[in-house]
């Protein structure tokens, strides 16, 4: 089952190379030129053999037998492996994904350096607890009896995976690397061509610390165009593999929706837009008013508001007039570099043209802050029929927060609150909306250790639940 795509026309500049991973190897070559998704950069890929990331269901997993301990261990090694400033692949990566990314290379950067902190051990311990009620299930059967004395073993078994991952967020080939080892997965990572680099990156990474370790055996990391049927539908089999775990934008969801079936189920992290709620209260002084405008600013800004957590509509309990206030004060703090992102790319034209257009209707709209990729606040009396991208955020007046939960539904990831007693007050009627988490203000970004993640505890959706019922009680 070898395949490769026809080869792209090859740039002026030689594309760079983005080699796989497969169970423990580096695999190297530049059979396949392809584009990245956003810029258009050329990178070579070597021919993808399908065989090899077959794990066939004769052979148990690598990691069935291996403790959770043991793996939290390694992983923590790992970690420690990546933040050290000599690492080889960490920095030929941030090299490489700056010229593929939207984001400014000084957040990727700062992404690449921090994705160590998915490898702490103490978070990896929490995150197992809070998705297993008896982690033990994890490393062996574990016996249960029910009320009328019928004996059974059960165990969270390790599945096979096929992890479609984001373009958006470098750091989350960590954080999938992680989540594959705990649940002893057998894993292949489907690379974006927004970031065809990171997810090799750490995995070289790992096997610097133990090439034969189960985890490196484990794991492997490629890149095919993704809807190419000749690769899918080999591959996206339940004879192969037990689930698909999904990012991505809408049409990649719906693209592999067509494979699932009977023996292969889809665990999708869906495309999802986040929102902020902001109460009359801000306007009782101007300290209130420059907290939550700063509170919010961080929430638009965060990723070069490129990921599903950051904030893109702000719902205030505000007359136009007072509405206008909170934007001068709210463009002001997004235009800040509060994070050290470095200058941001260029607004695409369609998008600078729509922010500009309404500037030229002064009834309904007032924009705030300027269409240069750094900061812009558009307030509204209904939301903007464009999706905000690129630190821009649009404030939509509502007589009460409670009115404005008619804009949330199964879409809206994360909703931010000021003042913060008010989420009590919200949280309900939210979820009965379709929302899956509601934050203070300001704090949209890292989410609480072991929580669940779009309305589910995702290790927990990952294992294969098998039960091995033994009779009564007394039968022996």
């Known amino acids: 089952m070898n395949m490769h795509s026809d080869p792209a026309a090859i740039s002026e500049t030689q594309p760079d190379s983005a080699p796989f991973f497969i169970r423990g190897a580096l695999v190297e070559g530049a059979d396949s030129v392809h584009r990245s998704r956003d810029l258009g950069v050329a990178f070579a890929t070597p021919k993808l053999d399908m065989d090899l990331l077959v794990c066939p269901r004769t052979e148990l997993p690598p990691l069935l037998d291996t403790p959770i301990a043991e793996i939290i261990d390694f992983l923590a090694e790992t970690g420690q492996r990546l933040v050290d400033p000599n690492n080889p692949y960490v920095g030929a990566c941030i090299e490489r994904m700056a010229k593929v990314s939207l984001q400014p290379r000084a957040m990727i950067e700062f992404t690449m350096r921090n994705a160590a902190e998915y490898l702490d051990p103490r978070s990896l311990r929490e995150v197992v607890e809070q998705n297993f009620p008896d982690p033990q299930a994890l490393d062996t059967w574990i016996p249960h009896t029910d009320h009328q004395g019928r004996r059974s073993f059960i165990r ?39 970031d065809p680099f990171s997810t090799v990156a750490f995995l070289r990474t790992m096997a610097d610390v133990d090439p034969d370790h189960p985890v490196v055996r484990s794991m492997s990391a490629v890149y095919w165009r993704g809807g190419d049927e000749a690769v899918e539908r080999v591959l996206f089999r339940p004879q192969y593999f037990d689930k698909l775990v999904a990012w991505g934008g809408g049409d990649a969801i719906n693209n592999v929706m067509k494979y699932i079936g009977p023996g292969f189920q889809l ?40 990921a599903c957590v950051c904030s893109r509509f702000t719902f205030i309990e505000a007359s136009p007039e007072d509405a206008d206030r909170y934007c001068e004060a709210l463009a002001a703090e997004i235009r800040v570099d509060h994070m050290g992102e470095g200058a941001p790319r260029p607004l695409e034209s369609d998008l600078r043209e729509q922010i500009d257009g309404l500037r030229m209707m002064d009834e309904d709209y007032a924009v705030f802050g300027a269409s240069d990729g750094r900061g812009v606040a558009i307030r509204s009396e209904e939301p903007v029929d464009f999706h905000p991208l690129r630190k821009t955020s649009n404030v939509v007046c509502v007589h009460s927060l409670e009115e404005a939960v008619k804009y949330v539904n199964v879409a809206t990831q994360t909703v931010g ?56 009680n007394g039968d022996d």
């Open 417 to 472: 609150v000021w003042p913060f007693d008010r989420m009590k007050g919200l949280r309900d009627r939210l979820a009965s909306a379709g929302a899956q988490r509601v934050v203070r203000l300001g704090e949209a970004g890292p989410s609480a250790i072991g929580n669940p993640h779009d309305a589910m505890y995702p290790l927990h959706r990952f294992v294969h639940w098998m039960a091995n019922e033994d009779g009564c």
């Open 156 to 194: 969270a078994y390790a599945p096979r995976l096929i992890h479609v991952l984001p373009g958006n967020a470098p750091a989350q080939g960590i954080r999938s690397i992680a989540q594959g080892a705990l649940v002893k997965a057998v894993n292949v990572f489907k690379m974006a061509s927004a």
């Open 267 to 306: 665990v999708s992290f869906d495309p999802k837009t986040s929102i902020s709620m902001v109460g009359r209260e801000v306007f009782a002084s101007d300290k209130a008013l420059a907290e939550a405008a700063w509170r919010n600013a961080f929430d638009v800004a965060m990723a070069n508001q490129e």
